[in-house]
């Protein structure tokens, strides 16, 4: 059925089910089969890693070296897009890419032009909300038309500014690279019929991540009848808060009239145990298609959960675990998984108090670390001055006497003349600068004006090499302690990404390898310098998405963690923290544990939890449970302690039953409410019909309940 479909199809594949594996043997099929030519078959995925991934695929079944397909990511595709045809839609040659950072500094400039403070307008709130509009194809004068409200109203103007100074800047972000792309394809039929007769076949991976700018591009290119294979999994969308849409998956033949639906559900990664427990708990999910996976590798071990009194004895048993299993296991072998940053404090201390190697999966990334960050400003001044933001960066990096006061002076007489700040320097527009201020400006243009002439005479590697002796950037670090040390290593580190990618773009008859590099180094992602080999993996959910190990620990497991409580209480987010969940069981190949803590130190202090609600759906038959010794030992809590819930004081009130009119309600009971659904109590306060009841319902999630309006009925 797959290999023979033409049209539009979409490919459940649930986890482990060879979804890369799927989509390779499809293009491999194409071109070996039907004899397609392959310059004509297109793949699309979301991360680096997956698209290399794909692509070492495609080129072993295929034996086409190098592989003239495209392959790559939806920014990857949308930039390449926007190098060739992007003056159609008003872009210039050789724009920036501007990351967050430089977004930031963005919004904090536009904020100053419309005299909006940062204390009463957060940056990155704002920037969220320009993001969020962009990604749903919202451009400035509808964004403004649509304001409701004191908040919305400024953004509306922030963003007109925040867009005016990217204009400016010849910069896109991130999110511009998709809307200019579905601007183009929408806007200028020749240039879409012509690409539509290019792509013959266009295949899309994590369909259920993509969002409502990703689906038109998709649509734009394919055509609603056209040759699509999306390949998804609805129960592993994890990214809502990115703006992804699950409908896109969920409502596939919309888009798409006609398309066939196929499952894949044999899974080839995970125990038979952990895929029915991991299915058990998605199953609680109302929004989605359904599959069951199975698998013929066995049954596998039970899934053990342990019940900790506190995350240091949560800590100890998860290191004491794997060190039992490293007869078994290598550590590289190994994950643990965390839904936030802030749960890998007690786990490293404990790894490093046990001296076990690991490696953290969620530190600042190579390209984002601020020296070279730098160089790459550097690299983006000289290619394009108009670039504001890399300018405003290097302008005074190493110090030469730019202070701040001149800066604000050169981006004062730079809004007044509507110029750029290279025009106000280009143009020597400096006579009412002091003599001083003025002059270290000057340098500073004649530096980037030598380094413009010595990228045409020199190749990147050693023009690199000169900029660094000619700014003085190398000298800052040349001193004897770690830190310098440290930021010097990467410099150097540095220099060797560059060499590497120049030689091996030069061999595929690259031209312009600047412009390629700074692309590059704007798109990889964090994921990309996992180095597993090195120890035990440590990181979040999140970025585990996409990966697998054969044994994998999953600690916290606690309401206000997973669910975690930004996520919210609606249904929605609650099936999202699910689905995170279930991403992560299935990352286990062989061993899954996991864990619960009774209390938790936050913010210093200790605070009484909650188990998951998601433990109560794992199947008991499949599931060891050990009770920490621990558990009960805290003076700080009073009464019997249910594990389900929390102690006495902290369910919000101190009666264990109260009566409600006819009703007596006891904490714990299942109750039943008519829109809510049903759910458990978990603390009561008061008495009659003012009291009020905290209430876990299956699927809404925690809410707070008044007793006379409540209308609830016993389980």
């Given at each position: 059925g797959l290999r023979g479909a033409r049209g539009p199809q979409m490919v459940l594949a649930g986890a482990g089910s060879g979804r890369t594996r799927v989509i390779a043997c499809r293009v491999a099929w194409l071109i070996h089969r039907r004899g397609v030519d392959p310059h004509s078959v297109v793949a699309v995925t979301f991360t680096n890693k997956a698209a290399g991934e794909m692509r070492e695929r495609i080129e072993r079944?295929?034996?086409?070296?190098?592989?003239?397909?495209?392959?790559?990511?939806?920014?990857?595709?949308?930039?390449?897009?926007?190098?060739?045809?992007?003056?159609?839609?008003?872009?210039?040659?050789?724009?920036?890419?501007?990351?967050?950072?430089?977004?930031?500094?963005?919004?904090?400039?536009?904020?100053?032009?419309?005299?909006?403070?940062?204390?009463?307008?957060?940056?990155?709130?704002?920037?969220?909300?320009?993001?969020?509009?962009k990604n749903r194809l919202i451009d400035v004068a509808t964004y403004e038309e649509r304001a409701r409200g004191f908040f919305e109203e400024r953004a509306a103007r922030v963003y007109r500014a925040?867009?005016?100074?990217?204009?400016?800047?010849?910069?896109?972000?991130?999110?511009?690279?998709?809307?200019?792309?579905?601007?183009?394809?929408?806007?200028?039929?020749?240039?879409?019929?012509?690409?539509?007769?290019?792509?013959?076949?266009?295949?899309?991976?994590?369909?259920?991540?993509?969002?409502?700018?990703?689906?038109?591009?998709?649509?734009?290119?394919?055509?609603?009848?056209?040759?699509?294979?999306?390949?998804?999994?609805?129960?592993?969308?994890?990214?809502?808060?990115?703006?992804?849409?699950?409908?896109?998956?969920?409502?596939?033949?919309?888009?798409?009239?006609?398309?066939?639906?196929?499952?894949?559900?044999?899974?080839?990664?995970?125990?038979?145990?952990?895929?029915?427990?991991?299915?058990?708990?998605?199953?609680?999910?109302?929004?989605?298609?359904?599959k069951t996976l199975w698998t013929d590798t066995g049954k596998g071990e039970p899934l053990e959960?342990?019940?900790?009194?506190?995350?240091?004895?949560?800590?100890?048993?998860?290191?004491?675990?794997?060190?039992?299993?490293?007869?078994?296991?290598?550590?590289?072998?190994?994950?643990?998984?965390?839904?936030?940053?802030?749960?890998?404090?007690?786990?490293?201390?404990?790894?490093?108090?046990?001296?076990?190697?690991?490696?953290?999966?969620?530190?600042?990334?190579?390209?984002?670390?601020?020296?070279?960050?730098?160089?790459?400003?550097?690299?983006?001044?000289?290619?394009?001055?108009?670039?504001?933001v890399s300018l405003l960066r290097i302008l005074n990096r190493p110090p030469r006497g730019i202070g701040k006061a001149t800066q604000g002076q050169l981006e004062e007489l730079a809004a007044a003349e509507s110029m750029t700040l290279w025009d106000v320097l280009d143009k020597d527009l400096l006579g009412g600068f002091a003599t001083r201020a003025a002059n270290a400006l000057r340098r500073f243009h004649a530096l980037i004006a030598e380094s413009n002439e010595r990228l045409d005479e020199l190749p990147l590697p050693e023009f690199l090499e000169w900029l660094l002796e000619a700014t003085g950037y190398a000298d800052l670090y040349r001193k004897d302690d770690p830190e310098s040390q440290a930021k010097l290593e990467n410099l150097r580190e540095f220099l060797s990404a560059v060499q590497e990618f120049v030689e091996e773009r030069l061999a595929e008859g690259e031209e312009d390898v600047l412009t390629a590099f700074l692309d590059h180094a704007s798109l990889v992602a964090d994921i990309d310098g996992w180095?597993?080999?090195?120890?035990?993996?440590?990181?979040?959910?999140?970025?585990?998405?996409?990966?697998?190990?054969?044994?994998?620990?999953?600690?916290?497991?606690?309401?206000?963690?997973?669910?975690?409580?930004?996520?919210?209480?609606?249904?929605?987010?609650?099936?999202?923290?699910?689905?995170?969940?279930?991403?992560?069981?299935?990352?286990?190949?062989?061993?899954?544990?996991?864990?619960?803590?009774?209390?938790?130190?936050?913010?210093?202090?200790?605070?009484?939890?909650?188990?998951?609600?998601?433990?109560?759906?794992?199947?008991?038959?499949?599931?060891?449970?050990?009770?920490?010794?621990?558990l009960f030992r805290s003076p700080r809590v009073r009464g019997v302690y249910s594990f389900f819930g929390q102690a006495d004081e902290a369910l919000g009130g101190n009666d264990d039953t109260a009566e409600f009119g006819d009703l007596v309600v006891r904490r714990g009971a299942r109750v039943r409410h008519p829109s809510l659904g049903e759910g458990v109590v978990m603390g009561l306060d008061g008495e009659g019909d003012d009291a009020k009841l905290t209430v876990y319902f299956d699927h809404a999630g925690k809410r707070k309940l008044v007793a006379r309006y409540a209308n609830l009925e016993m389980v």
């Open positions: 079944l295929v034996g086409i070296e190098p592989l003239t397909s495209f392959v790559g990511t939806f920014h990857r595709m949308s930039l390449d897009l926007l190098r060739r045809y992007g003056h159609h839609v008003g872009v210039r040659r050789g724009f920036s890419i501007f990351d967050r950072e430089d977004q930031i500094r963005l919004v904090k400039q536009a904020l100053e032009a419309e005299q909006l403070s940062e204390a009463s307008f957060p940056p990155k709130p704002l920037l969220a909300a320009i993001s969020s509009a925040y867009q005016g100074l990217l204009v400016q800047a010849n910069g896109v972000d991130f999110d511009d690279m998709l809307v200019y792309a579905v601007r183009l394809l929408a806007d200028n039929a020749d240039v879409r019929d012509r690409l539509r007769g290019h792509i013959q076949y266009l295949l899309v991976d994590e369909y259920q991540d993509t969002n409502h700018v990703q689906q038109r591009l998709v649509l734009e290119l394919a055509g609603p009848g056209g040759n699509i294979t999306a390949v998804g999994d609805e129960d592993q969308g994890i990214y809502r808060w990115r703006g992804a849409d699950l409908d896109n998956i969920l409502e596939f033949e919309r888009s798409f009239p006609g398309a066939a639906i196929r499952k894949l559900e044999r899974n080839y990664r995970s125990t038979q145990n952990i895929l029915s427990a991991a299915g058990a708990v998605v199953s609680n999910n109302l929004r989605r298609r359904g959960l342990y019940k900790a009194g506190d995350e240091k004895d949560e800590a100890r048993w998860v290191v004491n675990t794997l060190q039992g299993l490293r007869g078994e296991y290598p550590l590289s072998d190994m994950g643990i998984l965390v839904r936030t940053n802030a749960q890998t404090r007690s786990l490293e201390e404990e790894l490093l108090r046990q001296s076990v190697p690991y490696v953290l999966v969620a530190g600042v990334r190579f390209y984002e670390r601020a020296e070279i960050k730098d160089l790459v400003a550097y690299l983006r001044a000289v290619r394009n001055p108009r670039d504001n180095h597993p080999e090195r120890g035990v993996s440590l990181m979040t959910l999140h970025s585990a998405k996409g990966l697998e190990f054969p044994v994998v620990f999953l600690p916290g497991l606690e309401e206000g963690l997973l669910p975690h409580f930004n996520a919210g209480g609606s249904a929605e987010d609650i099936e999202e923290e699910r689905r995170l969940l279930y991403v992560g069981m299935t990352r286990a190949r062989q061993r899954l544990f996991l864990s619960t803590c009774r209390r938790r130190r936050i913010a210093g202090r200790y605070q009484d939890q909650m188990e998951s609600q998601f433990l109560a759906e794992l199947p008991e038959e499949l599931t060891e449970v050990t009770e920490s010794p621990e």
